[in-house]
């Protein structure tokens, strides 16, 4: 051990478990200990609603064995929730009372489900915010006994409960207060497939309402007041409102929290040795410069894998993070929204094109020299060409047209 870099990871997900095998990848002996809070094993969290549908068990969806996830010499501690830390001391605190040294320290605590405290009754039974295994096991259990189920918010976690419901034969009512779903990732007119997908599917959407209240009985939840009056019958309730950065255990002078942990691009913190990577990071949106926290798989890996080689010694840039998601399907509207996509009454140059199936919308700075933002629904192909020309700000003039006819390959680049 001794001259051995101790390396401890608080966070045994995305961008935990990343870090911990670029670690690895580069610092073959220094022991590495990844924590976490929850009793399952790491796992692919995108995955859990699918433990809802009865699609996959909690085995099908581990990380370890799968991809680049080989788990060798990586010491996962479960149930093992960190304290607090000291960066002074280099030392983090479990809540067992257990004390642990590091020389390298990576945050990757990830982000928890917000939930609002303005609606009433958000503690009963049959009320359920979707973020762990553990959270999947309870709503599917649930699940079992209820005939309707009730979902508060219109983003992307929620979407994907409601079809697991409704793929297990509940009756399933979204009640979203913007005017439409997944209204952070595109607008009214951007999202028609997928309005006429969950159309078809059976979900029924109420727009522009929201609960005031959980209704309750001995069995727990049966019914939602909504701000409107109405009430509607329910067994069970899902919030899916957005998630917050797990930051409130930090309490360093040296670490900047703000929403999250801020990180410069070498995903390091203010204090000596400890890093921030994932949704718990506040990072660089390289399209407008300003911060931002995103709550990505993708984003988590990519940034996590940089916070390991730092840690290990190898000095790697994070390139930001703008909103991506990638290969996400909702009602089998597969779609991926990235950088600038909301541009009503704004002065971007922006190409629609829609035919049977697809839809795309291409956003590109008032001047038309740089691409800005892509929405992509039902056709996502060459998402990631797109993605590059976004983040590395590449002029477009040479290969404008083929952007705009959705004829760009690994040629064009090579040529420009
Ligand atoms: C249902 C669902 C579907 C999703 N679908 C998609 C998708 O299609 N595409 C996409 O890109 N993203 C998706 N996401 C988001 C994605 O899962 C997250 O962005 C990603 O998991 C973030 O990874 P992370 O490692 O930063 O944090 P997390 O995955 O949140 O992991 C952090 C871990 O740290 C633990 N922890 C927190 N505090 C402590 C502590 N004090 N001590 C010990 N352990 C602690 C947490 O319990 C957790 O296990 C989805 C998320 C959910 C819940």
Redesign the pocket.
Known sequence: MAGQTRYVI????????AAAEAIRAIDKSGPVTV????SDPPYF??L??FLISGKKSAADMAMVGHGPYRGTGIDVRLK????GIDARMRTVSLKSGEEVAFDRLLL????SPYVPPEIDGTGQEGVFT???LSDARSAAGRAEKSRRAIMLGGG??NL??SFALLERGLKVTLIVQSPQVLSQLMEPDDASLIRDALNKAGLEIETGVSARRILSGSNGVNGVLLDDGREIACEMVCIGKGVRP?AA?VDSENIRVDRGIVVDQFTASGAESIYA????AVTVDPVTGGRIV???????VEM?RCAGFNMAGKPTAYGGTFGI??A?QVAGVSFVSMGIVHTSGLDYETHVHESRGAYRKLVFSPDGERLLGVLLLGDISRAGLYRFVIREKMPVAKIKSQIINHALHYGHFIRT
């Open positions: 608080i966070g045994a997900s995305a961008a935990g478990m924590y976490s809070d929850e969290r995108p859990i609603p093992s929730k960190v304290a990757a605590t990830g982000s979707l973020r762990t992307i976690l994907k409960a797990n255990f990577a994932g949704d718990v995103t709550a990505l798989w993708t984003n988590a996590g998601l990638n996400t």
